[in-house]
């Protein structure tokens, strides 16, 4: 059995949710298990209560640092591991107790270099499962691994074949080979706030020839006001032109193959028109009235990489859809329309709860 390296990033977590996530952890029927807690100086009990795990279980390796941050933070997990797999888990979530098990049944049976699956939403009210591909698959064929790599490189899919796998953009619900990731030098990116851990897939997929994807929830992502990913971040804007230069400089087929181009052209036009509704019409956000908002989104789209990712997307392959449509009137600077497009939305949203 190889072993797996489960590493727990914990920062100010609720002791409740620690307490049921560590639960989950200890509970699995995969035996050939190590946790590394990672405490980032949090200052509350949260050390202490990692030390008290650690105290009655061997498998528990606790590292107690001064505040570096998320990115930080894994990147210790990952030079303090000695398993095959690396897998992380969030502190405030949990997970299925015989979800390593089946993990690392198939991935060793297909002998892939990476395995992912499903996950729940959960809320204090309710428990869904992720919309997600429908079946389970095993990928080993390069232009296969490929198209999966422009779907997550382009963020969206543009054909109704496509396949397209959300959890493939999360660090959770993986095994990732720690050799891998060792011999590539692959680290977390400490300068980004957000967007971080698909970065790191990213650079992780372009270095993989097989991977393996259970169409299975054995995840439970917690949905609650205190997760960094619904809460209104001032920098969200240049920290979205940093992602995309990162990306624009890792893969160099961006600059050599029209079709990687292409998609990134989409995904660029795609961060514009999703930081109209998580920046410049987010709900926190105070740093200026809606006109002036607008007025800052024309500034942004006259930039790289956005003016010339809009002129130059080609949409003509891209499925009828809102998103297409959403897009060409991008292309079009109906940039009022757009803004009205979220407003409505979210109105629309706000009388079906």
């Known amino acids: 059995m190889k072993k797996i390296s489960v590493i727990v990033p914990i920062y100010k977590i609720p002791e409740a949710y620690l307490r049921e996530c560590m639960s989950s952890l200890l509970e699995q029927t995969y035996q050939n298990l190590e946790f590394i807690l990672v405490d980032d100086g949090s200052p509350d009990d949260c050390g202490e209560i990692c030390d008290e795990y650690a105290a009655g279980d061997e498998r528990i390796k ?17 030079k303090a591991a000695s398993g095959y797999w690396i ?13 390593f098990e089946k993990a690392v049944e198939i991935a060793d049976r297909e002998n892939v270099d990476m395995m ?25 064929d390069p232009k296969q691994l490929e198209a999966i790599n422009l779907n997550f490189l382009r963020t969206i899919s543009v ?24 011999e590539n030098q692959l680290l977390f990116d400490h300068t980004l706030k957000q967007g971080e851990d698909k970065l790191f897939n990213y650079s992780y997929h372009m270095h993989i020839n097989s991977m393996a994807y259970l169409n299975r929830p054995m995840y439970h992502y917690r949905l609650h006001s205190l997760s960094t990913t619904h809460t209104f971040f001032p920098g969200n804007v240049d920290t979205s032109n940093r992602i995309l230069k990162k990306y624009y400089d890792m893969e160099p087929k961006i600059q050599s193959d029209q079709n990687y181009r292409n998609t990134y052209y989409i995904r660029s036009a795609y961060i514009a028109l ?42 003509s392959g891209m499925r009828l859809s809102m998103t297409r449509l959403r ?17 409505l939305e979210r109105k629309l949203r706000s009388l079906k709860k």
């Open 159 to 182: 054909k109704n074949n496509e396949i397209r796998i959300p959890t493939l953009e999360s660090t959770t619900c993986h095994l990732y080979r720690r050799d891998i990731i060792i």
């Open 116 to 140: 992912v699956w499903n996950t729940f939403l959960n809320t204090p009210d309710q428990e869904v499962i992720r919309k997600n591909y429908g079946k389970n698959l095993v990928v080993r």
């Open 274 to 315: 999703f930081l109209i509704g998580k920046f410049y019409l987010h709900p926190q956000n105070n740093l200026g009235s809606e006109k002036e908002m607008l007025q800052q989104f024309r500034g942004l789209v006259s930039q790289e990489p956005y003016v010339t990712s809009i002129k130059k997307m080609d949409l």
């Open 327 to 343: 897009l060409t009137m991008l292309k079009w600077h109906w940039y009022r329309i757009l803004f009205a497009d979220v407003k």
């Open 62 to 78: 606790v590292i107690h640092q001064e505040n570096q941050g998320l990115s930080n933070v894994r990147n210790n997990g990952i």
């Open 87 to 99: 897998a992380f888990v969030d502190p405030d979530d949990w997970i299925e107790k015989d979800a």
